[in-house]
């Protein structure tokens, strides 16, 4: 076991356990997946141990990330997102298209994007650890949380915990556009480059989609 020395970021081990839990794996999850024991990354996560380059790299690759999300310092630049040039995508077959405006940055909570939700999208009914903020930019939607129904238009937002029972809809004609902020507890979150293999393996065989507040699609009609 190496042991902690000078020069190495003291914030190595909170970074490993911070990613680990916002997956909601488990030390055996991540000891099975990357090949390294148990013992030795409850050392690494409470800095009592520094892993060698290459038991980072395992480590790093069974938490989907590259090495350098633990080791290089971000550069405040890198989260900036200039609306010309944001990156946009959609998940599975979704209706949805995402622009992606939060950064991946080494302990972070919060997951944001700009949704631009099509007239007649309708999701199921969903709860999850977590909380979300929704900020109308555009249009208008219908959301229902705990049975409660809410209409929200332009200018309008709504701060709810995920526990609680949702579903949400664009009764409109025309496209809405949301700003959604959350802080999920749970493997749902999606990330336009983090690709969650764990979470694939788990639901092995599922064809669902889900959106940043952990929606499975269901198509409208």
Known sequence: MTRKSAGVPFALGRRIRKRRQSLSMTLQDLSTAC????????????????PTLGTLADIAAALDVSL???VATPRQSDSVTRAAERPRFSIAESSIVYEQIGAEFPGHELTSFVMNVPP?????????????LIFVLEGEIMLVVD???????????IHYLGQHPHSWSNPGAGMARLLWTGKMLNPLTPSAYVPRRHVAAASQGSKASVTPSGVTEKPAG
């Open 147 to 157: 049975d409660e129904q809410f209409q929200l238009r332009e200018g309008d937002s």
């Open 68 to 70: 350098d999300y633990f």
């Open 120 to 132: 007649d999208f309708r999701s199921e009914v969903v709860q999850h650890a977590g909380e979300e």
């Open 35 to 50: 090949g390294v024991s148990v013992s030795h990354i409850s050392q690494v996560e409470r800095d009592n141990a520094v």
